[in-house]
């Protein structure tokens, strides 16, 4: 029944199935019994995804393998992830791209309820115990995520994932897979994370050499994307570069060689700069107006 392995990097196996009367799906397994629970959360939230302007595979079942291992099947989508979509994407067309994707979080937006600003200060303190004698980097990242407010993060649906890797396009459509539980459920999480892979290129730091042309793309899809979250006024830009930089230092415990450790050093510095020179915009602003 199985035909090809579509990999993935999450240690789970993805398979591409075909049933005894020819129809394709995908069954995803998890990568070990105490993985289960993951899962079976990631199956639930596709379940229960509803938007007018994008779609996910639907959920066929749910089930165990003789090893115990939790799997759900889904349907197939024969398309390419957006990653690879926007290597050669016309660049007209990557305005109504952003625009169904910012359309979707303004949705997450919508279900907001209630901050936990605890999650937020306890994720940075532990993060402050690991990481505090590393570099003088990751200490002003540090010292800026804990005196900044987090009450602007009202808890909301929110993907947990959302990188280019993990959204599909076919026929135009958009598909999300591969959702995630992320530590604190949030839409301004969810911008960031595309953010990491639009403006830092996150998902394509070990290609060689990444084409000059994605890089344009990127680049475009990024300016729209900020353009859009500051043309709306409840859409908080700066929030959206704190919610970035925690994701940087987050995965510093996990750098298991020189390259990514430098390659987040450098983004990490690079989002404090914005963030500073946002800041500055602020005071220069909110002084002329006294003037
Ligand atoms: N329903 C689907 N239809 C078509 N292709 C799919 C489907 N689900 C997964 N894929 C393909 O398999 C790849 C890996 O899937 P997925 O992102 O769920 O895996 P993963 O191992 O969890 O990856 P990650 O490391 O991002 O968590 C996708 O990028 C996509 O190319
Ligand atoms: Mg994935």
Redesign the pocket.
């Known amino acids: 029944m199985e035909i090809i392995d579509?990999?993935?990097?999450?240690?789970?196996k993805?398979l591409?199935c075909e049933t005894d009367d020819n129809k394709r799906f995908?069954r995803?397994i998890s990568s070990s019994v105490s993985y289960n629970k993951r899962l079976e959360t990631q199956a639930r939230k596709q379940k229960e995804f509803k938007s007018e302007y994008i779609k996910t595979?639907s959920v066929l079942r749910t089930g165990f393998t003789e090893d115990n291992l939790f799997y759900f099947d889904?349907?197939?989508?024969?398309?390419v992830?957006l990653s690879k979509y926007i290597e050669n994407v016309e660049i007209t067309r990557i305005k109504e791209l952003v625009i169904k994707i910012i359309n979707y979080i303004k949705t997450e937006k919508s279900t907001d309820s209630k901050t936990n600003e605890a999650v937020f200060k306890n994720k940075i303190e532990k993060l402050r115990e690991k990481l505090g004698k590393e570099n003088s980097i990751i200490n002003e990242a540090l010292s800026m995520l804990e005196e900044h407010s987090w009450s602007n993060f009202e808890k909301s649906t929110c993907h947990g994932?959302l990188?280019l890797?993990?959204i599909?396009i076919k026929n135009d459509q958009l598909?999300l897979?591969?959702f995630?539980d992320s530590f604190y459920d949030c839409w301004i999480l969810d911008i960031s994370t595309l953010l990491q892979d639009v403006e830092l290129l996150w998902s394509y730091r070990n290609d060689e050499k990444v084409n000059i042309n994605t890089i344009l793309r990127l680049l475009i899809f990024k300016d729209i994307l900020i353009d859009e979250i500051k043309s709306d006024d409840d859409f908080l830009y700066v929030e959206v570069y704190y919610a970035l930089l925690l994701k940087i230092i987050r995965i510093f415990p996990y750098a298991k060689d020189e390259f990514t450790y430098r390659f987040l050093e450098s983004k990490a510095k690079y989002v404090i700069d914005i963030i500073n020179g946002e800041k500055k915009n602020e005071n220069f602003n909110s002084a002329l107006c006294r003037k």
């Not at 579509?6 to 789970?12: A, D, N």
């Open positions: 579509l990999g993935g990097h999450s240690g789970c993805i591409l995908v995803k595979p889904m349907e197939f989508i024969q398309g992830t994932d990188t890797e993990n599909i598909y897979i591969d995630l």
